[in-house]
């Protein structure tokens, strides 16, 4: 029999009414207590007890919010003077060295970063406007992981030239790296909205474009000779960048570009370093990257752009491609995809999804 005071292993304490000393309401660390009513004995508890330790809640710890990254490139083929690319989010995207065929500028919309450009790095954050002229080799990249984002738009240089009312035959050029005019940072951002909006007309993008043009008129200017950093380019160098652009498509050797420089390796590249911010082989290879880009906008297949471009593969070229831009070829040509199929797939949509669909545009 099992001694007295104890029911299927339990402590039975008497009623109060019986002189029994009481149980502790609470048992030390780490004995838990469990008490309740034992059936068939009037006004008593029978306590188990535990050695396991109470287990805490584990108090979890958000990390801070990181938006995912959004970018699109946006154009309209009745409009090629224009191309636009918007990002958000943009913290994850490395962007190395690398020019334009265009006068490009961005506003920046979200967080900060670094922006090199002609010899010069700067910090720039929401609110300014960065300008790079074409064939200038820069690169913009985030300075910590928060949001940063940016609207920045490609304009055809001869376009901006003659609406600008300039005439030269080496086109305008930005004189300034960067401004805060608050003016400007909102048209950028009105002409990307305007690409961005699958309803907005022709005419509409059209006019918010000009306007811009407009706001550019007071930075653009004509070279002056000499007026660069580290002075105009010897004949010598000059010779050897125009080698460079005419067979870039062809395996160049470092004694070709020193043969038509007429100078030794060592002050060729440190030439290039110092007129052109770039090493020759980067200089060729931005080169095949820049011509790549004007194929993938025509619609050519990635595979023969990168065989024609000078690139081993399909991969090389994807590689390069994201390494300089921070996108792939394939990313490329979807926006160009997108804008070409947008219209024509919301003129069938149903009222209410294309109205959904506004509601969200207008909330991005």
Partial sequence: MPPAGLVDGYQALASPRVATPKMPDKLPSPLIQRRRLLPGIPGSTRVKTSTQPRRLARKTVMPPRIAATFSRYLRDPRMPQVEARRVRGGHRLSHAPHSHDTHSL?????????????????????????????????????????????????????????RCGLDGDDGAVFSALTTQDPHLHHAI?????????????????????????????????????????????????????????????????????????????????????????????????????????????????????????????????QRTFKKLLATTPGHYIQGHMQDQMQGYMQDQMPGPLKGQIQHLKQRA
Avoid: K
């Avoid at 920046?108 to 970063?113: E, F, K, M, R």
């Avoid at 406007?129 to 913009?140: E, F, M, Q, R």
């Avoid at 407009?214 to 010779?239: I, M, N, S, W, Y």
């Avoid at 498509?249 to 060592?266: M, V």
């Fill in 106 to 162: 961005g506003a920046i919309v979200q967080g900060h970063s670094s922006f090199l450009n002609r010899h010069r790095t700067l910090e720039v954050r929401q609110g300014d406007v960065v300008l790079i002229n074409p064939g200038d080799v820069h690169a913009c990249n985030a300075l910590s992981e928060r949001d940063w984002g940016y609207d920045m738009l490609y304009l055809d240089s001869a376009w901006l030239t003659e």
């Fill in 189 to 317: 951002r009105v002409a990307t909205d305007a690409l961005a909006d699958g309803d907005a007309s022709l005419l509409e993008r059209e006019t918010v474009l000009e306007r811009l043009a407009e706001r550019l008129t007071g930075l653009l200017d004509l070279p002056a000779q000499g007026e660069a950093e580290h002075g105009a380019p010897p004949e010598r160098l000059v010779r050897a960048w125009e080698r460079l652009h005419d067979d870039w498509q062809q395996e160049l050797r470092l004694d070709d570009l020193c043969a038509a420089a007429e100078c030794r390796a060592t002050s060729l590249i440190s030439g290039f370093r110092r007129h052109y911010a770039t090493p020759p082989h980067a200089a060729l290879i931005d080169l095949r990257v820049r011509h790549a880009r004007q194929r993938l906008r025509r619609g050519d297949p990635i595979a023969a752009v990168a065989n024609d471009c000078g690139f081993a593969d399909q991969a090389h070229l």
